[in-house]
């Protein structure tokens, strides 16, 4: 049982690496480090836009998770790039970010739930007959609220603040000269980016340093903020700083998945303590004695993801910083106009074999 619960961590896991990278398949190529930073950030909208597109449909279905999943991955990463480029996008654009971080509360309500639906179908899938019935309650009373989740969902979904923020970002993207920030067209995306990867990553150090024995979740949650807030960043210039990139990408990626996995299970146990202590949803003895079982399970999640932290962490700061940190400087040193550095070669030297490669933009 313990290893069939292992297994479904390990796939949720899995899937929101793999669900994150499935939207760097459709990314635009051809962006160098020459490219002027409002033409980058607005490219990033349309493409993610089009990913909107494509996942709302079965969003709003819920018959595949991945698809309320994908949804969610393309609202966050919406919300990462205005953030990212704010000083460089028209004000309106930027403003319209107080309506995605509504909407992924909502749309993460939902996620939650099928995260613990399928936790707990992974749970039962050894236990004897009689137990998996005790918890059908259980079961039942979870696909009630996600359906209560989805309906909710779906109203937000529909709501005029939705409409009105895509409306939004359609407008920006197809007429983006008429209110850009003046540098926008200026500035290129080599000009801005080292600077607030470098700025990302000093913030993350101080989130992981600030992490205590009896640190709380939320101080935890801060660093997976921070983790995805750099990985964000550096996937808007992968293109431009190759390998020492990708390889700080793949230690990010496993700090977020052992954070995720210990948010999972932190959730799930807060949740079945809230229905074992409310008397509107009368389970059975039989359920809550299973329920305890499954919380201290969650339990022990979650004290082992904060343990592998330290681990994780551990390979982001060492060596592959330090690689990617000489990138970025080399990457400085040869912005147009840099000591010598010719006029006819300024565009090569801020490119670099990966920008004809498609642009991962995603996570």
Not at 152 to 158: G, H
Request: hydrophobic content about 40%; charged content about 30%; glycine content about 6%.
């Amino acid at each position: 049982m313990i290893k069939d619960m292992a297994s479904a961590r390990e796939s949720l896991a899995a899937d929101r690496s793999t669900g994150e990278l499935r939207s760097q398949a459709c990314a635009p190529s051809g962006l160098e480090g020459s490219t002027a930073v409002g033409e980058a950030a607005l490219s990033e909208v349309r493409r993610l836009l089009t990913a909107w597109r494509t996942h709302e449909p079965g969003a709003r279905l819920g018959v595949d998770p991945e698809e309320l999943h994908q949804l969610r991955v393309t609202a966050r990463r919406l919300d990462a790039t205005l953030s990212l480029f704010k000083e460089h996008l028209p004000a309106g654009l930027v403003r319209a970010r107080r309506t995605a971080k509504s909407l992924l509360r909502t749309l993460g309500a939902t996620r939650d739930l099928d995260v613990q639906l399928a936790g707990l179908a992974a749970y039962c899938q050894d236990l004897a007959e009689e137990e998996r019935t005790a918890l059908e309650p259980l079961k039942e009373q979870l696909s009630h609220e996600r359906v209560r989740a989805h309906t909710r969902m779906l109203r937000a979904l529909d709501s005029e603040a939705t409409r009105r923020w895509v409306q939004t970002l359609v407008g920006a993207t197809e007429s983006p000269a008429t209110e850009a920030a003046t540098d926008a067209a200026t500035l290129t995306v080599a000009a801005i980016l080292p600077r607030r990867v470098r700025r990302r990553f000093r913030r993350l150090r101080k989130a992981v340093k600030q992490l205590r024995g009896n640190s709380s979740m939320e101080e935890y949650h801060k660093v997976r903020r921070r983790a995805k807030q750099l990985r964000y960043a550096l996937e808007s210039g992968v293109f431009a700083y190759g390998k020492p990139a990708e390889e700080m990408l793949k230690a990010l990626r496993r700090l977020q998945d052992r954070l995720g996995t210990q948010q999972d299970a932190y959730m799930a146990h807060q949740h079945l303590t809230r229905l074992a202590a409310d008397p509107a949803c009368a389970l059975p003895p039989a359920t809550l004695f299973l329920m305890g079982r499954l919380a201290a399970h969650h339990s022990k999640v979650t004290a082992e993801a904060r343990a592998t932290v330290t681990r994780c962490w551990r390979k982001v700061r060492g060596r592959r910083w330090k690689a990617l940190r000489s990138r970025l400087g080399e990457f400085e040193h040869r912005l147009p106009g840099a000591p010598g550095i010719s006029p006819a070669n300024e565009v090569l030297a801020v490119s670099s074999p990966l920008a004809a490669e498609e642009h991962p933009l995603s996570h």
